[in-house]
């Protein structure tokens, strides 16, 4: 039986998985993909040792650092189930293959939540996506709507400030909220249109997006657009973990030492409820999550 199965290659998790190879534990990661939000990230200038990297540029380089420790991994799997069974962490993937192992690191971070409007389904990378990162260049030259006025609507603003020809920036609340310095780059483009205020109501097309209906301050309008960037944050992805305990937003709760309420089963990163979701806190609360497990395992042994 492995000593321990990390959930996710996010910042979270591959730090862990780093840290465990060096504890020389018997560990698997299972996940979606490498990089997670990182991937997916466009500047990043706030990760110590790089003054300016790119998402997929820090995505290589933490893949580089995992694979020297030649960690087992099984990628494009999906956890669909995990819980606590007699002493031992149970988990099902969606290939309905089933492991144990005598700990678990859950570090399966967030994902982009959904508009749930009519027309957001239906196209679905067919104009509208929620990654700037990835689709952005596809919209050279194109009118764009990019909805939301947090972080992640002004990182991808900024993105399709170099690509777009026009960009519209549809914000549900009086004013943006994310940090000044990515506000002030934004507003003060001639590219982009601020709608405060705005929420939207539908998306329309034939074969792609063709446009976006919003009401702003009680008033229906219709902007031609075609490109669509959802970007109105995220939400953790605990819903395959039983019995552990959870906060309102489905945050998995746990204490300094990254364990949750349940014996052996650990957590880590923006899928749990510590304050601030970032590149570094992520990578620093896997590490400290592998560590944990390793004074725990010594305990049991
Ligand atoms: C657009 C954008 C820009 C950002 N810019 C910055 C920035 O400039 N600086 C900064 O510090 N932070 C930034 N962030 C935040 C940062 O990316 C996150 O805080 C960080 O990636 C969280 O790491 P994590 O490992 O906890 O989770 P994630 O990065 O979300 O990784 C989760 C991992 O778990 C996997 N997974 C999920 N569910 C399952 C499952 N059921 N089974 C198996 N695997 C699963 C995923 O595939 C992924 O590999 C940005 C985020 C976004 C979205």
Same mark, same amino acid.
């Given at each position: 039986?492995?000593?321990?199965?990390?959930?996710?290659?996010?910042?979270?998790?591959?730090?862990?998985?780093?840290?465990?190879?060096?504890?020389?534990?018997?560990?698997?990661?299972?996940?979606?993909?490498?990089?997670?939000?990182?991937?997916?990230?466009?500047?990043?200038?706030?990760?110590?040792?790089?003054?300016?990297?790119?998402?997929?540029?820090?995505? +290589?380089?933490?893949?580089?650092?995992?694979?020297?420790?030649? !960690?087992?991994?099984? $990628?494009?799997? /999906?956890?669909? =189930?995990? %819980?606590?069974?007699?002493?031992?962490?149970?988990?099902?993937?969606?290939?309905?293959?089933?492991?144990?192992?005598?700990?678990?690191?859950?570090?399966?971070?967030?994902?982009?939540?959904?508009?749930?409007?009519?027309?957001?389904?239906?196209?679905?990378?067919?104009?509208?996506?929620?990654?700037?990162?990835?689709?952005?260049?596809?919209?050279?030259?194109?009118?764009?709507?990019?909805?939301?006025?947090?972080?992640?609507?002004?990182?991808?603003?900024?993105?399709?400030?170099?690509?777009?020809?026009?960009?519209?920036?549809?914000?549900?609340?009086?004013?943006?909220?994310?940090?000044?310095?990515?506000?002030?780059?934004?507003?003060?483009?001639?590219?982009?249109?601020?709608?405060?205020?705005?929420?939207?109501?539908? +998306?329309?097309?034939?074969?792609?997006?063709?446009?976006?209906? !919003?009401?702003?301050? $009680?008033?229906? /309008?219709?902007? =031609?657009? %075609?490109?669509?960037?959802?970007?109105?944050?995220?939400?953790?992805?605990?819903?395959?973990?039983?019995?552990?305990?959870?906060?309102?937003?489905?945050?998995?709760?746990?204490?300094?030492?990254?364990?949750?309420?349940?014996?052996?089963?650990?957590?880590?990163?923006?899928?749990?409820?510590?304050?601030?979701?970032?590149?570094?806190?992520?990578?620093?609360?896997?590490?400290?999550?592998?560590?944990?497990?390793?004074?725990?395992?010594?305990?049991?042994?």
């Amino acid at each position: 039986m492995y000593d321990l199965i990390i959930i996710g290659a996010g910042p979270a998790g591959i730090t862990a998985s780093v840290y465990a190879a060096r504890k020389r534990l018997n560990f698997m990661v299972i996940t979606k993909d490498i990089g997670g939000q990182t991937a997916w990230s466009g500047d990043i200038e706030n990760y110590t040792g790089y003054q300016f990297i790119t998402g997929p540029e820090l995505t +290589v380089k933490f893949e580089e650092h995992m694979r020297r420790y030649n !960690v087992q991994m099984r $990628e494009d799997e /999906e956890i669909i =189930k995990l %819980q606590k069974m007699g002493s031992s962490v149970w988990l099902k993937t969606a290939k309905g293959e089933e492991c144990e192992a005598k700990t678990a690191i859950i570090a399966s971070g967030k994902t982009s939540r959904e508009l749930n409007v009519p027309g957001e389904k239906e196209f679905k990378n067919r104009g509208l996506t929620y990654c700037a990162t990835c689709d952005a260049p596809l919209f050279a030259g194109k009118e764009v709507a990019v909805i939301g006025g947090g972080n992640s609507g002004l990182d991808a603003a900024l993105q399709l400030m170099k690509i777009a020809k026009h960009i519209y920036l549809i914000n549900i609340t009086p004013s943006l909220t994310g940090d000044p310095i990515m506000q002030e780059k934004v507003s003060e483009s001639e590219l982009v249109t601020v709608m405060n205020y705005t929420k939207v109501t539908s +998306v329309f097309g034939d074969k792609f997006v063709t446009g976006v209906r !919003v009401k702003r301050e $009680e008033k229906d /309008e219709m902007l =031609k657009v %075609q490109g669509i960037f959802v970007e109105i944050g995220l939400v953790p992805n605990s819903k395959f973990v039983e019995g552990v305990e959870k906060n309102e937003w489905g945050e998995i709760k746990v204490n300094p030492y990254n364990e949750t309420n349940v014996l052996g089963i650990f957590a880590a990163g923006d899928v749990t409820d510590v304050p601030e979701k970032q590149i570094v806190i992520a990578a620093g609360e896997g590490s400290k999550a592998a560590l944990g497990v390793f004074k725990y395992l010594n305990h049991l042994r």
